[in-house]
T-cell receptor, first 115, second 114 residues
Framework: DAGVTQSPTHLIKTRGQHVTLRCSPISGHKSVSWYQQVLGQGPQFIFQYYEKEERGRGNFPDRFSARQFPNYSSELNVNALLLGDSALYLCASSLGATQDIYEQYFGPGTRLTVT | AQSVTQLDSHVSVSEGTPVLLRCNYS??????LFWYVQHPNKGLQLLLK??????LVKGINGFEAEFKKSETSFHLTKPSAHMSDAAEYFC????????????FGGGTRVLVKP
């Protein structure tokens, strides 16, 4: 069975540009969460979507936005990129929205470098 | 608010010796606690979780962790380290009333020497 897939694997952007990252959850999973992992730190929660609705938002600026499609895949968008946005962006999927009941399965991430 | 502190950023052990990774948490409500492992170029994998049942939790690959409310700790142990245990380990807390989000610690990198 396919796990969580993310695209692209790596991405290089310039300050001020916009980026879209994509995530396909495990088949049957209806919840998708996004995390940012800066080098040398633990992942930080950005968003959770369940059944196409936002169920949680972390402490990130409005430059970050996301959405979930009818097939439960998801996009994370970041506008006006800053150098500090350089990080590994992780997507996780789960069967349900409650994160301490339903195990989250993580994808390998998208490595974003902003120059 | 909830938070997690991993007390060691790096741990070095010899193969076949015990591993101890220390984690303290802070939470206003009853937490759920997890340990995840991250191997290079691979996704995070759940090792084990505590959700208010037995305080000693057994996970995959011989790992276990003990929830101690009085000490607000959730330390991870393994009796005998294997070379394949070399990775980064994250202690994670989740509180239902805090939007269901997972809050990660800063991570502990484990080096296993032959």
């Amino acid at each position: 069975d396919a796990g969580v897939t993310q695209s692209p694997t790596h991405l290089i952007k310039t300050r001020g540009q916009h980026v879209t990252l994509r995530c396909s959850p495990i088949s049957g999973h209806k919840s998708v969460s996004w995390y940012q992992q800066v080098l040398g730190q633990g992942p930080q929660f950005i968003f959770q979507y369940y059944e196409k609705e936002e169920r949680g938002r972390g402490n990130f600026p409005d430059r970050f936005s996301a959405r979930q499609f009818p097939n439960y895949s998801s996009e994370l968008n970041v506008n006006a990129l800053l150098l500090g946005d350089s990080a590994l962006y992780l997507c996780a999927s789960s069967l349900g929205a409650t994160q301490d009941i339903y195990e989250q399965y993580f994808g390998p991430g998208t490595r974003l470098t902003v120059t | 608010a909830q938070s997690v502190t991993q007390l060691d950023s790096h741990v070095s052990v010899s193969e076949g010796t015990p591993v101890l990774l220390r984690c303290n948490y802070s939470s206003s409500y009853s937490p759920s606690l997890f340990w995840y492992v991250q191997h290079p170029n691979k996704g995070l994998q759940l090792l084990l979780k505590y959700t208010s049942a037995a305080t000693l939790v057994k996970g995959i690959n011989g790992f276990e962790a003990e929830f101690k409310k009085s000490e607000t700790s959730f330390h991870l142990t393994k009796p005998s380290a294997h070379m394949s245990d070399a990775a980064e380990y994250f202690c994670v807390v989740s509180v239902l009333t805090a939007g269901n989000k997972l809050t990660f610690g800063g991570g502990t990198r484990v080096l296993v020497k032959p």
